[in-house]
């Protein structure tokens, strides 16, 4: 990415996640999905590779994030295009097992739409200061047809 679209990326998650995104130290983007409208950032989501461990057992998880769509554009459908060619890069290029993102209540509704199930956590991840656990909706996508397993969800890094 153009340091050009660097900005335009950092100003589109300040103005949809504002000081939420200053709680956490969050992880390096591996890919982003850019929807881009007139020459304008129109919505944005994060991709990150990474194993993890549910229940004690590695498991290669698709780390979503930062899906945000500028105000001006919201509610023509940009951010289910931009989730929908994360969805297809995660199960098809990346091949990963499954999909896992973190969300507010408020959001469940949309990517239950999408296909991603909520999953009991708990979830915890790094930080400077240690391990934290994640209080919030945990949701993931299948993408080799099995079955989320039972356990403790560790990002085993630094959140998405």
Do not use: N
Request: aromatic share 10%; proline share 5%; charged share 20%.
């Amino acid at each position: 990415m153009t340091p050009s679209d660097q900005e335009h990326v950092d100003h589109l998650i300040g103005q949809a996640f504002g000081a939420e995104v200053a709680d956490y130290a969050w992880a390096d983007v591996d890919w982003h999905v850019l929807v881009w409208i007139e020459g304008e950032l129109a919505s944005h989501v994060e991709i990150i590779d990474r194993t993890g461990t549910v229940g004690g057992q590695p498991m290669r998880l698709g780390g979503i994030g930062g899906v945000a769509t500028a105000s001006e554009w919201r509610g023509r459908g940009l951010a289910t295009v931009g989730m929908s060619k994360a969805a297809q890069f995660l199960c098809g290029d990346l091949d990963v097992e499954f999909g896992l993102l973190i969300c507010g209540q408020e959001m469940m509704p949309f990517y239950h739409r999408l296909g991603w199930q909520i999953t009991a956590g708990p979830l915890v991840f790094d930080q400077p200061e240690g391990k934290v656990t994640f209080h919030d909706v945990v949701m993931v996508l299948p993408c080799q047809g099995q079955e989320w397993p039972a356990g403790t969800i560790d990002l085993c890094g630094l959140p998405w």
